[in-house]
Every structure is written in structure tokens, then in C-alpha cells.
Nanobody
């Protein structure tokens, strides 16, 4: 079992930046790919970014060039640096861990992830 806790959300003006963190605890001895997803009110949860155990990254086209995912294995923490934020980035952001496809970069479907955090709200004002 792995527990994930997100932090770093908040309210920011358009064009601003935020950095989200996702701290993992529990059975972190296994190798996991980590992903970030988001869900806006009335919409389905959507893929944002992913980083494999080999630190290969993949981004949704809507955030590519603005968001950066990274990981610090010594701290069991994954980050999502979000720059040039837009009002349409407003959502609850979730981190997730994928145990079974940890070296594959392009895994974007929520059911393919095994563990989820509780989410952190990101609001971008215009």
C-alpha cells in the first residue's frame, strides 16, 4: 500500500506559477511511475503529466511547455511546476502511482494507476 499526499495548491492570477508536491509513504520500496491528473467541476478526470522510474516524462498537449514534472527519489516526492497558468487550468489536481507500467512513458488512463492522493485545489483567476 502506498499513501500519496498532495500539497501546494492555491489561488493565483493568470500568468502566475505554482508548484505542487506529492509525498509518498508506505511501500515506496517498489518502483512506481508517477502521474498528475486534474478534474474540473462537471468534467472527467484528465491526464496532465507523467514521469517514469527512469525519469522519462510525458505531458498532455494542453500543458506541454508550461508544466514540468520531476521527482526526488530520496524524498519520495514528485513535483509539478506550473508556469504561465491560465484560467482553464483551474481544477483539483491529483497525483497517482503506477506500479505495473513503471518504465513506460505514455500511460494516460486513470484506471492504469494503482494509488491516488486526495487532491489539491488550483484556482487561476483571469
Amino acid at each position: 500500500q502506498v499513501e500519496l499526499v498532495e500539497s501546494g495548491g492555491g489561488l493565483v492570477q493568470a500568468g502566475g506559477s505554482l508548484r505542487l508536491s506529492c509525498a509518498a509513504s508506505g511501500r515506496t520500496d517498489s518502483s512506481y511511475a508517477m502521474g498528475w491528473f486534474r478534474q474540473a467541476p462537471g468534467k472527467e478526470r484528465e491526464f496532465v503529466a507523467r514521469i517514469t522510474t527512469w525519469s522519462r516524462t510525458y505531458y498532455a498537449s494542453s500543458v506541454r511547455g508550461r508544466f514540468t514534472i520531476s521527482r526526488d527519489n530520496a524524498k519520495n516526492t514528485v513535483y509539478l511546476q506550473m508556469d504561465s497558468l491560465k484560467p482553464e487550468d483551474t481544477a483539483v489536481y491529483y497525483c497517482a502511482a503506477d506500479r505495473h507500467r513503471s518504465t513506460i512513458a505514455v500511460v494516460t488512463s486513470p484506471p492504469d494507476y494503482d494509488y491516488w492522493g486526495q487532491g489539491t485545489q488550483v484556482s487561476v483567476s483571469s
